[in-house]
């Protein structure tokens, strides 16, 4: 069994908009921090933005004004609402539950598939 399943990407053109959703089975998610990731082809994984367990977001400065990360503890879910989408946007997209130590350092365990986002006209 997957523990992430991320979904909600697709092709959006510049400065268009998009919402992933991440929803986890793992059992400790609503005690943990939870974040996203992304990775393009060629690059390593990075992370694009963190929410502690009660509700604190952070952000990398790239996505920071865009980008906005929140959380539904009982739905075991992390969200991701992205608009002015840029074409360097353009990744595969992750979910991770954790420290934020662990999330910061990538420390983790396991990965699930990610969801495409492409940001082109």
């Known amino acids: 069994q997957e523990q992430f399943v991320e979904s909600g990407g697709g092709l959006v053109q510049p400065g268009g908009s998009l919402r992933l959703s991440c929803t986890t089975s793992?059992?400790?998610?609503?005690?943990?921090?939870m974040a996203w990731y992304r990775q393009a082809p060629g690059k390593e994984r990075e992370l694009v933005a963190a929410?502690?367990?009660?509700?604190?977001?952070n952000y990398a400065d790239s996505v920071r004004g865009r980008f906005t990360i929140s959380r539904d503890n009982v739905k075991n879910s992390v969200y991701l609402q992205m608009t002015y989408l840029r074409p360097e946007d353009t990744a595969v997209y992750y979910c991770?539950?954790?420290?934020?130590?662990?999330?910061?350092?990538?420390?983790?365990?396991?990965w699930g598939q990610g969801t495409q986002v492409t940001v082109s006209s």
């Open positions: 793992r059992t400790d998610a609503s005690s943990n921090a």
């Open positions: 929410i502690t367990n009660s509700g604190s977001p």
């Open positions: 991770n539950v954790g420290s934020l130590v662990a999330l910061v350092t990538m420390r983790l365990d396991s």
